[in-house]
């Protein structure tokens, strides 16, 4: 029988969103999440927030937009805060995009990408990554056209791990053609540790046509909360900032976020145990015989092909949630070193 509700026909295209899976039991290192809890001082700050009582947030956001301008050194106006850095993915296409617009962006890589601009009524085009499994940038640039408003990069890249170095950043940069906007989603920029990967707010000013994308999900442990941010030129915040869902980002998460930013460095040198714990893991990966790209990220990725499907069940029985991507390969996210030993000893036992 035919639907009685009036959709979308488009809907049933739309690529799912795959969360990782939670199983009693079991260790997860699926979604990319740090293994701790929000920081205690985050957590007080969370419960103060809540017990200011029934109260709508402040719509603007404004402290904690001021308290990332200072932390950052750009203008208050330049930032716009979402309810996760997704939201604002989305909200990129909504600002930028006219319906048949397209999206370029590398494949594998953030699985949203392709649902925000479905969602926007813009054509979404995957570019397939090299055979290193990291962008291939001249083919992105040979996939603009002149219906391309906008084009994502994700740096370090999400599932893969692989990072792009200045000097090819800066070089593709300079090829964009104007009419398109350059999206540097940085979601897991605390993980980098090659001082040769960009810290994309440093190229912000020489590119007008670029926009940066963090999140408080990652290494500042709000992944719950839901705070991530953009920062760009000020017509393009306004924008963004006018096609959100008013009041999307709660004042729990802005508390959260702020109280973040107090216990940063705590948080940042977390952040790098967690990065040398990824190597750990893909020097052990390395030694059993897989092969596992260069990461500059909180994962691992095996490109295991065909038998992606066998290794995450294989690693269930071992009691370990990991992320496959049929039929390209397998994400795991670093956990707790013994937690991690636990996923290394299954990975060992994988034939
Ligand atoms: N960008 C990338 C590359 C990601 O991997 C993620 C989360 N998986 C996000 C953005 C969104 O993060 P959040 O919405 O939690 O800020």
């Not at 920029?189 to 001082?195: H, K, L, Y």
């Not at 059993?288 to 992606?308: I, S």
Request: net charge negative; with cysteine; charged share 20%.
């Amino acid at each position: 029988m035919s639907s009685p509700t009036p959709l979308r026909p488009d809907l049933s295209a739309l690529p799912a969103y795959v969360a990782g899976r939670t199983v009693a039991g079991a260790v997860k290192l699926a979604s990319n999440e740090v293994a701790l809890p929000p920081h205690p001082h985050v957590q007080q700050a969370v419960a103060e927030a809540v017990a200011l009582g029934n109260r709508y947030p402040d719509i603007t956001v404004s402290a904690l937009s001021h308290r990332l301008a200072d932390h950052l050194g750009v203008a208050p106006e330049r930032i716009a805060v979402g309810c996760g850095s997704v939201a604002l993915c989305g909200q990129l296409v909504s600002a930028v995009c006219s319906p048949g617009d397209e999206v370029v962006f590398a494949w594998r890589s953030f699985e949203a990408y392709p649902i925000v601009s479905v969602i926007g009524h813009a054509t979404p085009v995957p570019v397939p990554n090299t055979a290193a499994h990291g962008h291939d940038l001249e083919a992105m640039l040979a996939a603009v056209t002149d219906r391309t408003r906008l084009l994502f990069v994700c740096n370090p890249n999400n599932p893969t791990g692989t990072a792009l170095r200045r000097a090819e950043l800066v070089d593709f940069l300079a090829r964009v053609p104007e009419h398109v906007l350059v999206v540097l989603d940085e979601a897991y920029r605390e993980f980098v540790s090659d001082p040769d990967v960009p810290d994309a707010l440093t190229l912000l000013d020489a590119h007008p046509h670029v926009v940066v994308l963090r999140t408080f999900s990652k290494a500042h442990r709000l992944a719950g909360l839901r705070v991530g941010y953009a920062v760009g030129p000020a017509d393009l915040v306004a924008a963004l900032r006018s096609v959100s869902v008013p009041f999307s980002v709660s004042s729990p998460a802005q508390a959260a976020a702020i109280a973040a930013l107090d216990v940063l460095g705590e948080l940042e040198a977390d952040a790098r145990a967690t990065a040398e714990e990824v190597g750990r893991m893909a020097a052990a990966l390395r030694s059993a015989g897989y092969e596992v790209p260069e990461t500059q990220a909180n994962f691992v990725w095996l490109p295991l092909g065909d038998r992606t499907q066998d290794f995450v069940a294989h690693a269930l029985d071992h009691k370990v949630v990991v992320r496959g991507f049929h039929p390209d390969g397998v994400r795991v996210s670093a956990g707790a070193p013994e937690e991690n030993d636990l996923f290394l000893a299954a990975a060992a036992a994988f034939s």
